[in-house]
């Protein structure tokens, strides 16, 4: 690949950047991201704090104080650093071996552990028993994690159980597993949320003792299987 | 709610796990620099009502950022100062005079169990600071450092030493915060962009370490896409689907997907940290040449000042 598809560069604070490939939900834009994302995890530019990848936008902190001493003067840092990324950026890339992991995530879609599974079916017309085979027989890409920590946005979801999100946060419980538009996702931990929520995982997404905190990571492929509350219950 | 925070947990944030940190970084920093600790050392963040602490062996402490009244053992006791307390000693905090968070560092550093390489409490991953929660009665917390304070002591209860730092950067200009124009600003109305300089706005009750929650008259977008996330910084000003704005601060999520208005410059964040629901302020425009020259003029201040405090203490514990 020549290059990457186009993009722009913006500050999002005095001492960040995004570059943003296009406001989309993109299988082929997100490999870029998380290509870039694994290029600078790997040589890191000088003076910069962390990446942080999205659906289609990867993120950079950097050290203002730091770099600032050893960059020329009359440019800013800011201008600086986006020089330094807009010729990683125009480097080619090679990024059809992306190297993926495949995960299956045992899911209980009974009704204890499913409060807005029953509306989904109603309002798509679908019997409860077809919302579940549809979820579960997909394979989705986690895009990007976010909002909670361990929260993986999980896409695409099959047109047939789209809904969309909650007008109001409610208390959502730790396993829960919610689908908002073509996005569907696990609550690592008790949160408020808006998603809608068809079933729960025993898994722990999020076990701050672990050494990668966060089961999952931008770039993995999930599947979900559907287990009973007993298979739940031994988990 | 009083919380262990440090300077913030970063390198995590692709896991979803937000920095966190002091929101008052400067204050946190002058704290730490006073009694002699790297600036990166953890500190206790305090909101009133604050906790009393009751010290079972003798410290050198130093309170900064809001004034909540303290004292030791009944007598007040200045902000900004390196303080010498004696074993046994109370501290208090009886009044909210200005500000909104106080930070309380100890010479030789808090001895918390760091996760993810931060002392900072991360309430929701339930880790970090002291055990990942807020400090509650009864609470032990260790000392990372014993240092022989005593013979400094003599017999007096607490001793103020003799150097402080000055609390003004910041203060000029209170009721401005200075920010970078966002990424979706095109998206305002030309009357709303009018108003969102003209306009004050009020820091509501719904406010809290995640983000300020602000009320003024609802901005209008002429401009309005579907955003998919991306990720979200200390001080993003987002446009919410009300009208109103939120300002992300030190617990915001690492991720967000509402058009950005406006950032909050870095050398404001502490401005804007020390301010409390029922505060007003304005914003201005500024431009990334400016905010980098005050951000490192800044951190060039705090060097001064922590070359002078480290040679007063080192002078202080030979003599």
Same mark, same amino acid.
């Given at each position: 690949m020549p290059g990457s598809p186009r993009h722009s560069i913006f500050p999002i604070s005095d001492s960040a950047l995004t570059i943003d490939f296009g406001n989309i939900i993109d299988e082929s834009i997100n490999q870029q991201v998380l290509y870039l994302f694994r290029q600078l995890q790997q040589n890191p530019i000088a003076g910069m704090i962390e990446a942080v990848p999205a659906y289609s936008s990867l993120t950079i902190y950097y050290d203002l104080f730091q770099l600032r001493k050893s960059i020329p003067a009359g440019t800013t840092v800011y201008d600086w650093i986006s020089a330094r990324l807009q010729e990683k950026l125009e480097q080619p890339s090679i990024i059809n071996n992306e190297e993926t992991r495949l995960i299956t995530i045992p899911v209980c879609y009974e009704p204890e552990f499913a409060p807005d599974i029953e509306a989904l079916s109603r309002q798509k017309d679908i019997a409860v028993e077809e919302v579940i085979r549809i979820h579960s027989s997909g394979e989705y890409r986690v895009y990007m994690l976010g909002f909670l920590p361990g929260f993986c946005y999980l896409g695409e979801v099959d047109e047939r159980i789209v809904v969309s999100r909650k007008p109001q946060p409610q208390p959502v419980a730790a396993g829960s597993v919610g689908i908002a538009g073509r996005q569907t996702g696990i609550y690592p931990m008790a949160s408020p949320g808006g998603w809608q929520i068809i079933g729960r995982t025993p898994l722990k997404l999020f076990d701050a003792q672990k050494e990668q905190p966060a089961l999952l990571m931008a770039g993995d492929r999930i599947q979900f299987t559907s287990i009973t509350k007993n298979e739940f219950a031994s988990y | 709610m009083d919380t262990i925070q440090d300077l913030g947990r970063y390198g995590w944030q692709h896991a979803g796990i937000n920095p966190g940190g002091a929101m008052d970084k400067v204050s946190a920093q002058v704290a730490n620099i006073l009694v002699g600790n790297e600036t990166t050392e953890a500190v206790?963040?305090?909101?009133?009502?604050?906790?009393?602490?009751?010290?079972?062996?003798?410290?050198?402490?130093?309170?900064?950022?809001?004034?909540?009244?303290?004292?030791?053992?009944?007598?007040?006791?200045?902000?900004?100062?390196?303080?010498?307390?004696?074993?046994?000693?109370?501290?208090?905090?009886?009044?909210?005079?200005?500000?909104?968070?106080?930070?309380? +560092?100890? *010479?030789?550093?808090? &001895?918390?169990? %760091?996760? =993810?390489?931060?002392?900072?409490?991360?309430?929701?991953?339930?880790? /970090?600071?002291?055990?990942?929660?807020?400090?509650q009665k009864d609470d032990e917390i260790a000392f990372r450092k014993d240092v022989d304070l005593c013979p400094l002591l003599e017999k007096k209860e607490f001793e103020i030493l003799p150097w402080k730092a000055d609390n003004d950067w910041g203060n000029n200009h209170r009721g401005e915060i200075w920010a970078l124009p966002g990424h979706e600003w095109n998206w305002l109305s030309d009357p709303s962009r009018q108003k969102f300089f003209e306009e004050s706005f009020l820091i509501t009750n719904h406010s809290d370490r995640m983000g300020y929650h602000l009320k003024g008259e609802p901005l209008?977008?002429?401009?309005?896409?579907?955003?998919?996330?991306?990720?979200?910084?200390?001080?993003?000003?987002?446009?919410?689907?009300?009208?109103?704005?939120?300002?992300?601060? +030190?617990? *915001?999520?690492?991720? &967000?997907?509402? %058009?950005? =208005?406006?950032?909050?410059?870095?050398?404001?964040?502490?401005?804007? /940290?020390?301010?409390?629901?029922?505060?007003?302020?304005?914003?201005?425009?500024?431009?990334?040449?400016t905010a980098e020259e005050l951000y490192i003029k800044q951190q060039q201040h705090l060097l001064q000042l922590q070359n002078a405090c480290k040679f007063k203490l080192e002078q202080l514990l030979d003599g």
């Amino acid at each position: 690949m020549p290059g990457s598809p186009r993009h722009s560069i913006f500050p999002i604070s005095d001492s960040a950047l995004t570059i943003d490939f296009g406001n989309i939900i993109d299988e082929s834009i997100n490999q870029q991201v998380l290509y870039l994302f694994r290029q600078l995890q790997q040589n890191p530019i000088a003076g910069m704090i962390e990446a942080v990848p999205a659906y289609s936008s990867l993120t950079i902190y950097y050290d203002l104080f730091q770099l600032r001493k050893s960059i020329p003067a009359g440019t800013t840092v800011y201008d600086w650093i986006s020089a330094r990324l807009q010729e990683k950026l125009e480097q080619p890339s090679i990024i059809n071996n992306e190297e993926t992991r495949l995960i299956t995530i045992p899911v209980c879609y009974e009704p204890e552990f499913a409060p807005d599974i029953e509306a989904l079916s109603r309002q798509k017309d679908i019997a409860v028993e077809e919302v579940i085979r549809i979820h579960s027989s997909g394979e989705y890409r986690v895009y990007m994690l976010g909002f909670l920590p361990g929260f993986c946005y999980l896409g695409e979801v099959d047109e047939r159980i789209v809904v969309s999100r909650k007008p109001q946060p409610q208390p959502v419980a730790a396993g829960s597993v919610g689908i908002a538009g073509r996005q569907t996702g696990i609550y690592p931990m008790a949160s408020p949320g808006g998603w809608q929520i068809i079933g729960r995982t025993p898994l722990k997404l999020f076990d701050a003792q672990k050494e990668q905190p966060a089961l999952l990571m931008a770039g993995d492929r999930i599947q979900f299987t559907s287990i009973t509350k007993n298979e739940f219950a031994s988990y | 709610m009083d919380t262990i925070q440090d300077l913030g947990r970063y390198g995590w944030q692709h896991a979803g796990i937000n920095p966190g940190g002091a929101m008052d970084k400067v204050s946190a920093q002058v704290a730490n620099i006073l009694v002699g600790n790297e600036t990166t050392e953890a500190v206790i963040e305090l909101h009133f009502p604050a906790s009393a602490f009751f010290f079972e062996q003798p410290s050198l402490i130093a309170i900064t950022g809001a004034d909540f009244s303290a004292t030791l053992n009944g007598e007040e006791i200045p902000g900004m100062r390196p303080v010498l307390v004696s074993k046994y000693s109370i501290l208090q905090f009886h009044k909210a005079i200005n500000g909104a968070r106080a930070y309380l +560092a100890v *010479h030789g550093g808090l &001895g918390t169990e %760091p996760w =993810l390489n931060s002392s900072s409490t991360h309430l929701k991953a339930e880790a /970090g600071g002291y055990k990942g929660r807020i400090l509650q009665k009864d609470d032990e917390i260790a000392f990372r450092k014993d240092v022989d304070l005593c013979p400094l002591l003599e017999k007096k209860e607490f001793e103020i030493l003799p150097w402080k730092a000055d609390n003004d950067w910041g203060n000029n200009h209170r009721g401005e915060i200075w920010a970078l124009p966002g990424h979706e600003w095109n998206w305002l109305s030309d009357p709303s962009r009018q108003k969102f300089f003209e306009e004050s706005f009020l820091i509501t009750n719904h406010s809290d370490r995640m983000g300020y929650h602000l009320k003024g008259e609802p901005l209008c977008a002429t401009i309005k896409e579907e955003m998919v996330s991306s990720a979200v910084s200390f001080g993003t000003v987002q446009l919410l689907p009300d009208g109103q704005l939120i300002v992300l601060m +030190a617990d *915001h999520q690492t991720t &967000g997907g509402y %058009p950005r =208005l406006a950032h909050v410059i870095s050398v404001h964040h502490s401005r804007l /940290g020390q301010m409390k629901p029922g505060d007003q302020f304005c914003f201005r425009f500024t431009d990334q040449l400016t905010a980098e020259e005050l951000y490192i003029k800044q951190q060039q201040h705090l060097l001064q000042l922590q070359n002078a405090c480290k040679f007063k203490l080192e002078q202080l514990l030979d003599g």
